[in-house]
């Protein structure tokens, strides 16, 4: 199974302005993390982004978390950006 990255672009004082959708956006991630599928995820120093690693059958699995998370929802991620990840070192590995 591929790995992928999801990446966020996300607005100015993110930090702040995410709260309204905070308790929901967890709510995602943690139900994903829960069933294999999330793996990794967190913000980016500065917080202008953030990172998300999955194993997936096919990146629109990905696009469809993307597509319902509520900081996408409500227009706090700019923009968005799923990669298929070669995996060389680590769990998975494709040498």
Do not use: C
Not at 1 to 17: G, I, K
Not at 47 to 57: C, E, N, S, Y
């Amino acid at each position: 199974m591929p790995y992928f990255a999801l990446f966020y672009d996300t607005v100015d004082n993110f930090v702040e302005r995410r709260q309204p959708y905070r308790q929901a956006h967890l709510a995602l991630v943690d139900a994903a993390h829960r069933e294999g599928r999330l793996l990794l995820a967190g913000a980016l120093k500065p917080a202008d982004g953030a990172l998300l690693v999955f194993r997936a059958d096919t990146a629109s699995e990905v696009e469809r978390f993307a597509n319902a998370d509520p900081y996408v929802a409500n227009g706090l991620v700019t923009a968005w950006r799923v990669r298929e990840w070669s995996v060389v070192i680590g769990e998975g590995s494709v040498r």
